[in-house]
């Protein structure tokens, strides 16, 4: 078995005992092949080792065996990463409910409404749980955090782990050794010229498994305070931002904990684009690695005239150049590295202990002011090769990387026929030829979502597209709700792939449709 191996091995280990223990006897217990986490295991590296149903040489064979529709709400994206675990699927919906389903039919088992914490605000579950000790953990768009009976789905603790208007979670959190962790961002960044911009301080909090009760806490930012006010009049602070919009992962050897950071939205301080290498015990800072010189963005530097409202306008460092992707921990020769993509376009590939830089490659097209032509949300390691997408890079692709020396070993571009074919081609202002999700990956496969509505399976040892299916469709949902499928989440939620199924939800930008709400959708053979 390879180093690359024997780690995961070590991280999906972690994650089935962290799963086993609890005080409920009655919880579905965790077996080899579950995706419990939207990591998959603690080193996050988006592999199912164990799933041999589904292979290159089948997957041609692969159809829909079930689909679940949300119904139409006045925000009908949908971006919940689904957990599997045993015979149970747990998700979240657009419409302000979390639902434990049955895996391989999609029957109902229960179904949590989180508007029975707090009816008030965006009631949306927007990152994928985490599934441990017996209980379902995840976050919510207005910043609460939940744990559910992973049986029943009875409420066993919430938190609002971040108070503020704009906070939201769009991390997904990890377990690991009676904790749970969690980043907080937000969007305060996208408030209009009279808005007081801003005082949002990001962060990633350690809560205690069982009651929920903050460890730890390690801020982003320094604390905003009013410089002055913004030409409009109103209140001006800095500094500010920093969010923490992608999930942790965790080296089970080490107790280190690593996470991405995002840019400032008023001025220039913090730790700020930033991968942080954290004591998962205590919070204490064992080395960063700030990848941006300087890096200050909000929505308003794109307006026709931003002089005045964006702060970065005047020296370039208007980048929006997040590290908003989840790290990878992974074995390449005699040491332990940790990678991470960023939306400028490059994967970063560190020293695990020390951060010294090993290697770096550009895979997307810099595009400041909006970085969307890089690595949004993650990539995915087999133990042998790093699997990366990049978002609208003209076009967007799927690489297949050395994770020694960070050398391409094939590229697949997005097919050129995506935005011509299917569902799409009735939206030809909307649709492009772009690769938003995390990649995931099973033995042979890669998995990968497009902005044209097209699922695809790679096969991982030449790139070569072995299945696709069109989701630019309506479907019957076994809830007896029509939903459109549409394009994939470009914000976390990438395909889950377990016991001889795979899952995916489709439904975000663009939305071809927001007449329905979306769906989740389950494959087999």
């Avoid at 919940?80 to 675990?85: F, G, H, L, R, T």
């Avoid at 657009?94 to 895996?103: E, I, Q």
């Avoid at 909000?298 to 989840?326: F, K, M, Q, V, W």
């Avoid at 993509?341 to 595009?367: I, M, N, S």
Wanted: charged letters at 20%.
């Amino acid at each position: 078995m390879s180093w690359g191996k024997k780690l995961l091995a070590v991280g999906a280990a972690l994650v089935l005992s962290t799963s086993l223990v609890g005080s409920v006897s009655a919880a579905p217990s965790s077996v080899d092949g579950d995706w419990a986490t939207w990591q998959r295991d603690a080193v996050g590296s988006r592999f199912n080792a164990a799933e041999h149903r589904i292979n290159v040489k089948n997957v041609g064979h692969l159809k829909l065996k079930w689909a679940f529709a949300y119904p139409k709400t006045d925000s009908t994206a949908v971006r919940s990463e689904p957990a599997v675990v045993g015979d149970t699927i747990y998700f979240g919906g657009s419409d302000g409910r979390f639902y434990a389903r049955d895996a391989r039919t999609g029957a109902a088992r229960w179904e949590f409404d989180l508007h029975s914490v707090d009816p008030e605000g965006r009631v949306i579950a927007w990152d994928g749980p985490a599934v441990s000790y017996g209980k379902v953990y995840f976050g919510d768009a207005r910043g609460y955090f939940y744990a559910l009976d992973a049986r029943t789905g009875a409420l066993r603790w919430s938190t609002r782990i971040d108070a503020h208007p704009a906070a939201t979670v769009t991390s997904s959190p990890i377990v690991y050794r009676g904790r749970v962790y969690v980043g907080v961002s937000s969007g305060e960044n996208t408030g209009g010229r009279d808005y007081p911009c801003c005082t949002f301080r990001g962060h990633l909090d350690a809560l205690d498994a069982n009651t929920g009760r903050l460890a730890w806490r390690y801020y982003t930012v320094p604390r905003p305070r009013q410089v002055g006010t913004w030409p409009s009049g109103a209140a001006k602070y800095e500094p500010s931002g920093v969010g923490v919009w992608s999930s942790p992962v965790v080296d089970p050897r080490s107790g280190t904990l690593y996470v991405g950071t995002g840019q400032n939205y008023t001025g220039s301080a913090g730790d700020f684009d930033t991968l942080l290498a954290l004591d998962a015990r205590s919070g204490a800072v064992r080395w960063k690695n700030q990848v941006t010189k300087a890096d200050t963005w909000r929505s308003l530097c794109n307006d026709p005239e931003p002089a005045g409202y964006c702060p970065g306008l005047s020296d370039g460092s208007a980048l929006d150049y997040d590290i908003g992707a989840t790290p990878n921990i992974f074995r390449a020769g005699n040491r332990t590295l940790v990678g991470v993509g960023q939306k400028l376009g490059v994967y970063h590939a560190f020293d695990a202990r020390t951060g010294e830089v090993v290697w770096r490659r550009q895979l997307g097209v810099p595009l400041p002011s909006g970085g969307i032509s890089g690595i949004q949300w993650g990539a995915s390691f087999d133990g042998e090769r790093l699997y990366i997408s990049t978002y609208y890079a003209d076009p967007g692709a799927l690489f297949a990387v050395n994770p020694a020396d960070g050398k391409v070993l094939w590229q697949t571009p997005n097919p050129a026929d995506g935005c011509t074919t299917g569902g799409a081609a009735q939206y030809p202002d909307l649709c492009a030829l772009a690769n938003p999700a995390a990649a995931s990956s099973s033995p042979g496969l890669v998995w990968e979502g497009g902005v044209d509505g097209k699922f695809r399976a790679y096969d991982s040892a030449t790139g070569r597209v072995r299945w696709t299916f069109d989701a630019v469709r309506t479907f019957t949902g076994v809830n007896g709700v029509e939903g459109m499928g549409s394009g994939f989440a470009g914000t976390g939620s990438g395909a889950v792939i377990a016991h001889g199924m795979v899952y995916v939800q489709a439904g975000y930008y663009p939305e071809y449709s927001t007449d329905q709400g979306h769906v989740l959708l389950a494959f087999g053979l």
